[in-house]
């Protein structure tokens, strides 16, 4: 009987664990001291205290996150930023890698030369990668809808998360 429940509560604790892991894979991604696995081309990013700071240095800047263990089958498909973009750049472009190709958003209207956080949301599920396990995500800053222009400066960035709606708050947690 003792084996039993051993047993039992080894195979519930290996699973609570496997569970744990997986949520974690998916985000939330929390920048409070760490980069949490994402990196900065054409930019840098340095974790902060309670937010990642993305210096915005050059045209083809992007932050990337390398298998970010987004299953388009289990999570949500919107992306939530939240950010304080001190920048003019008010288009944020959200890539998605899958099957070595990439399929790319690009919105307007984030809040520009911010004093406070708010949240951005992006829905996904149109691109053409948003299938399957995705191989990485990319965000970039841009002035405008079209084009490729680009201004310098600062993008603090508290949190991004995969979730299934768009919320109502608005604002720095």
């Known amino acids: 009987m003792r084996s ?17 892991a ?7 991604w ?7 696995g994402w990196t900065a081309t054409n930019s840098t990013a340095t974790a902060g205290a309670s937010a990642l700071d993305w210096d915005i240095t ?7 996150i390398t298998s970010p263990g987004v299953d388009t089958t289990s999570s949500g498909s919107i992306i939530a930023v939240t950010l304080k973009n001190t920048t003019t ?9 899958n099957s070595g190709q990439w399929s790319y958003i690009r919105t307007a209207g984030v809040p ?3 004093s406070e956080f708010s ?13 399957g396990t995705l191989a990485e995500i990319l ?8 084009g490729n222009g680009w201004n310098a400066g600062n993008v603090f960035i508290d949190k991004i998360e995969m979730v299934m709606a768009r919320h109502t708050y608005v604002g720095k947690l």
């Open 4 to 20: 039993v429940r051993f047993f039992c509560k080894s195979l519930f604790t290996i699973i609570l664990m496997l569970l744990s």
């Open 22 to 28: 997986s949520s974690f894979a998916q985000g939330p």
């Open 30 to 36: 929390n920048f409070n001291g760490t980069a949490d």
């Open 58 to 64: 050059a045209q083809w800047n992007k932050l990337t």
């Open 89 to 97: 750049n008010a288009n944020l472009i959200v890539g998605v890698k």
């Open 112 to 114: 520009t030369e911010a």
């Open 119 to 131: 949240t951005f949301y992006v829905d996904l599920s149109g691109l053409a990668r948003w299938n």
């Open 139 to 146: 965000l970039r800053m841009r002035i405008n809808s079209s």
